[in-house]
């Protein structure tokens, strides 16, 4: 009961401090903080509707990490994380033409959306390490990263061009409802009052699945790298025709003490 209050309260305090995915173990030692970062490449995995993934994004990730002992154990930890992650998400429209929720009857073909997304990730997850040998240890971990979006723009590429009416906007945050001149009805229905894949998701739950190694650099410091899989439980859109989930990899690389 003991070891079980333990492990509730430095989750709370993990949580609250965020982490990274990695960590140094010693055998008196029970606690560990660090930061990290992780440029990442990203995808969007189309479930239903007339999208698809138009790419690879290229985003990043930097925060802060505290790995907490389990049981005593120098081989299993609780890993807590609190970091920003910037995560390109770019996807198309695959129908024939879109109409705008202006009131022109302008159709545009050929739409393409990049999203922007900021999310606030507060990862959790069980890490088990090897015991270390001549400085170099392995590590592997899996657990959730419930994320907050904290910003989110797109850009629309179309024929004809979108953007023409208004000069210098290019970009816009897609959950406002006083820009319809840049958001589309899905081309099926133009009194349709939703606008089609342009609401985003404030919420996003992804598992997460990571391994990689720690090397000893002086002290009681240890460089930590790996790779880390994002997998997106949730939609990334706010819109009943298009199920879609944005997913990432990254490669982890941090230190800590």
């Keep these: 009961m003991k070891s079980l209050k333990y492990v509730v309260a430095t989750a709370a305090f993990g949580l609250s401090l965020i982490t990274a995915n990695t960590g140094y173990a010693q ?30 994004g290229l985003g990043f990730s930097y925060g802060i990490t505290g790995d907490f002992s389990l049981f005593d154990s120098e081989n299993y930890w609780l890993s807590s ?20 929720t202006d009131s022109t009857d302008m159709t545009y073909q050929d739409v ?21 040998v001549d400085g170099m240890g392995f590590w592997f971990q ?6 907050i979006a904290m910003q989110s723009r797109v850009s629309t590429r179309c024929n004809p061009e ?15 409802t006083t820009n319809s001149i840049y958001d589309f009805d899905g081309g099926e229905n133009k009194t349709n009052t ?24 002086g ?30 990899l990254s490669i982890q690389m941090g230190v800590v003490f």
């Design 27 to 56: 055998s008196n030692q029970k606690a560990m903080f660090g930061f990290k970062i992780s440029p990442n490449f990203s995808w969007v995995k189309i479930m239903e509707g007339p999208m698809q993934n138009n790419g690879l």
């Design 81 to 100: 994380e609190l970091q920003i992650t910037t995560l390109p998400s770019k996807v198309s429209y695959t129908g024939d033409l879109l109409k705008s």
């Design 112 to 132: 393409s959306f990049d999203y922007s997304m900021q999310y606030l990730q507060l990862p959790i997850s069980l890490k088990m390490r090897t015991t270390r």
């Design 142 to 147: 899996f657990g959730l990263a419930p994320s």
């Design 162 to 176: 979108i953007y023409n009416a208004l000069e210098g906007i290019n970009s816009h945050k897609p959950n406002e």
């Design 194 to 217: 939703k606008q089609f894949i342009d609401d985003v998701a404030g919420f996003r739950l992804p598992m997460i699945v990571g391994a990689g190694f720690e090397k000893e650099i």
């Design 219 to 248: 002290g009681n410091a240890l460089f930590v790298a790996g790779l880390r899989f994002d997998n997106a439980f949730t939609d990334m859109l706010k819109d009943s025709r298009v199920v879609a989930r944005n997913n990432m």
